[in-house]
């Protein structure tokens, strides 16, 4: 069984950056892809940027692309989100979450393990 948290999230001025982490414990598998999404009040769930298990593919949402980067360190169990670049409607709740396979996905569906999430305010 896996188990995500993720940590980093707060308050911060239009054009700042801030690092997410996830942290995974229990039956952690450097093989999974993971993924990070967001929510925003009202709004359905959305795509972020996922990672391969490996670490050597990245994926991005359009709307992140050139300001978020996604990467892991395997050894210390660990994803991390950078968020530079940020704008207002970077606000939400961020989760991470952990695929099946190695295989990297930009649907939430295929994702079975989820965060609680940490929320980020970009104010303007």
């Known amino acids: 069984q896996v188990q995500l948290v993720e940590s980093g999230g707060g308050v911060v001025q239009a054009g700042g950056s801030l690092r997410l982490s996830c942290a995974v414990s229990?039956?952690?598998?450097?093989?999974?892809?993971m993924g990070w999404f967001r929510q925003a009040p009202g709004n359905e769930c959305e795509f972020v940027a996922a990672?391969?298990?490996?670490?050597?593919?990245?994926y991005y949402a359009d709307s992140v692309k050139g300001r978020f980067t996604i990467s892991r360190d395997n050894a210390k169990n660990t994803v991390y989100l950078q968020m530079n670049s940020l704008k207002p409607e970077d606000t939400a709740v961020y989760f991470c979450?952990?695929?099946?396979?190695?295989?990297?996905?930009?649907?939430?569906?295929?994702?079975?393990?989820w965060g609680q999430g940490t929320q980020v305010t970009v104010s303007s």
């Open positions: 229990g039956r952690t598998s450097s093989s999974r892809a």
């Open positions: 990672i391969s298990g490996s670490g050597g593919f990245t």
């Open positions: 979450a952990a695929a099946g396979t190695e295989v990297v996905f930009a649907t939430s569906a295929r994702y079975g393990v």
